[in-house]
């Protein structure tokens, strides 16, 4: 992609590492002008997450997960045991076997609401009154660098795609 600030364009080239199949192989990772993107890491069972955060032979990984693995657990366990080889958390839009999801928590405004004891009241603590029963909570935690891809929006608008 090239920026346009300038005159003269400044052009910047991504080179994402590539892995064989059977996982033998990364080349790429160390391209001079683009450096290491990562590996796009497609997370079809829970057993691939345990691969990616402990037997991982590349240097940076973007597990891409759909909706049905994307709960409150594997965000944790890839954010607590990810370490710094996991440069982004991809979620896609798979809604295959997905029974249902929500990306919200258990309870409205669950850290800003005021306190009441009534019974029409959603509380974390009684099970009864939670109103969303499929919460994950993932807004909540998609928030920071580690779960967010940015862009400087400036450059982003005036890029050129090669």
Not at 78 to 88: D, K, N
């Amino acid at each position: 992609m090239c920026n346009l600030n300038d005159s003269r364009p400044t052009c910047y080239f991504a080179h994402p590492d590539q892995r064989r199949l059977n996982g033998t192989h990364v080349i790429g990772c160390s391209f001079k002008l683009g450096e290491s993107v990562g590996v796009l890491q497609f997370i079809c069972l829970e057993v691939d997450i345990d691969f990616v955060v402990r037997k991982h032979p590349a240097s940076h990984y973007a597990p891409a997960l759909a909706p049905l693995l994307s709960t409150r657990e594997n965000i944790f366990q890839l954010r607590s045991q990810g370490g710094l080889h996991i440069s982004a958390v991809v979620l896609f839009n798979n809604a295959k076997k997905l029974g249902q999801f929500s990306q919200e928590s258990c309870c409205q405004n669950q850290f800003s609401r005021l306190s009441g004891e009534g019974e029409d009241t959603c509380d974390v603590q009684r099970p009864e009154s939670i109103w969303n029963l499929w919460e994950t909570g993932l807004m909540m935690l998609l928030t920071g660098n580690y779960l967010q891809y940015s862009v400087n929006a400036d450059s982003y608008y005036r890029c050129v795609r090669l």
